[in-house]
């Protein structure tokens, strides 16, 4: 069964650092998205991507935070001059069409700890 | 904007007992609903899902759940819990393309 996949699985980096994370949609996907889960709290909504463009975006994706799909298989979430409190599990997700039942599947998320 | 409400926090059963967990959600339009398991170290997995129809939903692992539309409802309930069902699981609603997630229920089962 096709996956979403991620990477890398952790990173570890020095506040004000930029990270750049990486996830690979499944193949006849369309609309992407990013969530992220800080420990011990909910998974909240950052942002979905459609047709090359942000289709919506939550209060926490700012200017900090950026999404590209470089080529056609990459979706990546840039986070440039992470804080302490960009340390959180980040997941990617995709969904096929409008009209297929829109069930977003997840990676396996990228650990990410801001020191 | 659309939220979702899980009351049970934390919840511990035995083995064999039965579960039920809470979910309520709010949102004036069209709805899909779903349950989402996370192991522990592991990642989000989808458990059932409800798009239309039948508002009893069979899912993997002997999971099920009831839309109940009067109520915003959608309980996640099991017959018989087993010790490999210790887990958080996050009730979930995708309106306009965006998925809202409940605080999530950790349970813990007792062997």
């Known amino acids: 069964e096709p996956e979403v996949t991620q990477t890398p699985s952790h990173q570890v980096t020095q506040m004000g650092q930029e990270v750049i994370l990486r996830c690979v949609p499944i193949?006849?996907?369309?609309?992407f998205y990013w969530y992220r889960q800080i420990l011990g709290q909910k998974v909240e909504f950052l942002v979905s991507f459609y047709n090359n463009e942000i289709s919506e975006k939550s209060e926490i994706f700012d200017d900090q935070f950026s999404v590209e799909r470089p080529d056609g298989s990459n979706f990546t979430l840039k986070i440039r001059s992470t804080k302490l409190e960009d340390s959180a599990m980040y997941f990617c997700a995709s969904s096929p069409p409008p009209g297929q039942k829109e069930t977003q599947y997840f990676g396996p998320g990228t650990r990410l700890l801001v020191l | 904007a659309q939220s979702v409400s899980q009351h049970n926090h934390h919840v511990i059963l035995s083995e064999a007992a039965s579960l039920e967990l809470g979910c309520n959600y709010s949102?004036?339009?069209?709805?899909?609903l779903f349950w989402y398991v996370q192991y522990p170290g592991q990642h989000l997995q989808l458990l059932l899902k409800y798009f239309s129809g039948d508002p009893l939903v069979k899912g993997i692992k002997g999971f099920e759940a009831e839309f109940i539309k009067s109520k915003f409802s959608f309980n996640l309930r099991k017959p018989s819990v087993q010790w490999s069902d210790t887990a958080e699981y996050f009730c979930?609603?995708?309106?306009?393309?965006?998925?809202?997630f409940g605080t999530g229920t950790k349970l813990q089962v007792i062997p």
């Open positions: 949102y004036g339009g069209t709805v899909n």
């Open positions: 979930a609603v995708n309106a306009r393309q965006k998925v809202t």
């Open positions: 193949s006849n996907h369309l609309y």
